[in-house]
């Protein structure tokens, strides 16, 4: 799913020459995507706006002292050709790509990122808590003695007994805290564990050229229509994998019915992309001083917090209004080791990792 989300900036007919650089353009429409999260219409009233386009609308309203007003479109392609020909001005959801470079100046920071990742059934995903080293040694020696013979099996537990309150009080701090869990099986470590397994990706996903280039010569990844048909593929049992993007999980995954366990993200990120605030090269609007002002208060938001404020509201309310629920409360299959340990009741988060899922070091990535 290509997320482009614009919000266009039309010059009015006068201009005036002001001390305040944005005041050049007085008056400014937007017009916007109706795509959550980052921008919708509420339910009950079809004429309020939600979403962190809206809020960063709003903010650079007070802030700038320039009337931005916001026109909507359900067609992304529209509301594209008006600021990539200048009749608007700028574009919010701005990627870093070839084309878009050559057409947008790119504002920082970014306003919001979308990361893809491997998605699979919890029952395909085996994972056990890294444990307490004292806890894991008794797990791993009672696993190593299966054939002990049945009187020693049958002795009295009398050792046991004394040991387990020195094992307890040992790593009471480390039973305590909450286990990390990592994933044993599948093992994806890098691209080339996908080649023996069926993927499922909707169709306009933005994963960057180095996997799509990788997936078109080595892998068997299959595109479907939307998000909603790859989860319904993976519930089936007709696809090992999907290739998606984290909010768009949430928003599908709460429009049917599963019929087994909710799926969970698995390994590294495969791709992270920015969506930023952009000037449209063709506006007459694009000056230095409007870049510059936009820039310094993206900035300035970013350093006191406000835009983060701005993304936890508008995804907050996003997931109160459509009734959507993380993937972390989903508890995937223990391993055998984890069935025989006694740890804390704990959710467990999906697993973490800075580094992108990236091609095996060496291999030739044919086109």
């Given at each position: 799913m290509r997320w482009l989300f614009s919000a266009s900036l039309l010059l009015v007919p006068f201009c005036v020459q002001a001390a305040e650089p944005v005041k050049q353009?007085?008056?400014?429409?937007?017009?916007?995507?109706?795509?959550?999260?980052?921008?919708?219409?509420?339910?009950?009233?079809?004429?309020?706006?939600?979403?962190?386009?809206?809020?960063?609308?709003?903010a650079l309203k007070s802030d700038l002292q320039v009337d931005i007003k916001l026109h909507t479109d359900t067609a992304e392609s529209v509301a594209m050709v008006e600021a990539a020909t200048g009749r608007s001005d700028?574009?919010?959801?701005?990627?870093?790509?070839?084309?878009?470079?050559?057409?947008?100046d790119i504002i920082e920071p970014?306003?919001?990122?979308?990361?893809?990742?491997?998605?699979?059934?919890?029952?395909?995903?085996?994972?056990?808590?890294?444990?307490?080293?004292?806890?894991?040694?008794?797990?791993?020696?009672?696993?190593?003695?299966?054939?002990?013979?049945a009187e020693v099996a049958d002795a009295p537990s009398a050792e046991p007994t004394v040991e387990e309150p020195q094992v307890a009080e040992a790593s009471a701090e480390a039973v305590n805290a909450e286990p990390v869990y990592k994933q044993v099986k599948p093992k994806i470590k890098d691209w080339r564990d996908l080649r023996d397994l069926k993927g499922v990706i909707p169709k306009g996903s933005?994963?960057?050229?180095?996997?799509?280039?990788?997936?078109?010569?080595?892998?068997?990844?299959?595109?479907?229509?939307?998000?909603?048909?790859?989860?319904?593929?993976?519930?089936?049992?007709?696809?090992?994998?999907?290739v998606l993007e984290y909010n768009s999980v949430l928003l599908a995954d709460s429009q049917f019915a599963a019929a087994q366990a909710k799926p969970l993200p698995v390994g590294p990120v495969i791709h992270r992309e920015g969506l930023y605030l952009g000037v449209s090269h063709n506006s007459a609007c694009n000056s230095s001083d409007l870049r510059a002002a936009l820039a310094q208060k993206l900035y300035d938001w970013q350093q006191n917090g406000t835009l983060q404020g701005l993304r936890k509201d508008a995804r907050a309310l996003w997931q109160l209004q459509f009734g959507l629920a993380e993937p972390a409360s989903v508890n995937p299959a223990p391993s055998p080791a984890a069935k025989t340990a006694v740890v804390p009741a704990a959710v467990v988060a999906e697993p973490v990792d800075a580094k992108p899922l990236s091609p095996v070091a060496g291999e030739l990535i044919e086109d």
């Open positions: 353009c007085r008056m400014l429409m937007g017009a916007a995507a109706l795509q959550a999260p980052l921008l919708w219409q509420d339910a009950a009233k079809p004429k309020r706006l939600h979403g962190l386009v809206r809020e960063v609308r709003d700028l574009l919010f959801g701005v990627r870093r790509d070839r084309e878009q470079l050559g057409q947008f970014e306003l919001l990122r979308l990361s893809y990742r491997i998605w699979m059934l919890p029952q395909q995903v085996l994972v056990e808590p890294e444990l307490p080293p004292e806890v894991a040694d008794d797990i791993h020696v009672a696993q190593d003695e299966p054939t002990a013979p933005t994963v960057g050229d180095e996997f799509d280039r990788f997936a078109k010569s080595k892998l068997t990844l299959k595109e479907v229509d939307s998000t909603l048909h790859a989860l319904k593929l993976l519930d089936a049992g007709e696809a090992d994998y999907a």
